[in-house]
């Protein structure tokens, strides 16, 4: 299993950018997709989670400090899920990742420990 995310980058304070997060390996319907970062010298944390097929999420969830500014899509016909970032703020800097949990039931967690696959990352660099 292979996930590569993509997307990160450098913005100003306010600005908006959309991580890609594509699965080789893994039919990304088949479990939950979530959505980490970490910044220098703290713990991983978990942002958002999302679960879904074909064109319907089933189930997210985002973290207090960014729900109403970031949101998930998906589109599954390219094993890819997107996490869109708005309103960003120089808090949100940090290396985001996607993680799968494997035959998920219920709703999505932000738990990291029950994730199973993990990708390498992509860094999102906000300047105030």
């Known amino acids: 299993v292979q996930l590569v995310e993509s997307g990160g980058g450098l913005v100003e304070a306010g600005g908006s950018l959309k991580l890609s997060c594509t699965a080789s390996?893994?039919?990304?319907?088949?479990?939950?997709i979530g959505w980490f970062r970490q910044a220098p010298g703290k713990e991983r944390e978990g942002v958002s989670c999302?679960?879904?097929?074909?064109?319907?999420?089933?189930?997210?969830l985002f973290a207090d400090s960014v729900k109403g500014r970031f949101s998930v899509s998906a589109d599954f016909a390219k094993n890819t899920v997107f996490l869109h970032l708005d309103n960003l703020r120089s808090d949100d800097t940090g290396v985001y990742y996607c993680?799968?949990?494997?035959?998920?039931?219920?709703?999505?967690?932000?738990?990291?420990?029950?994730?199973?696959?993990w990708g390498q990352g992509t860094q999102v660099t906000v300047s105030s």
């Open positions: 993680a799968v949990e494997d035959r998920r039931i219920g709703n999505c967690g932000l738990g990291r420990k029950t994730y199973d696959y």
């Open positions: 390996g893994y039919d990304l319907e088949d479990g939950a």
């Open positions: 999302m679960s879904g097929a074909d064109t319907r999420i089933f189930s997210q």
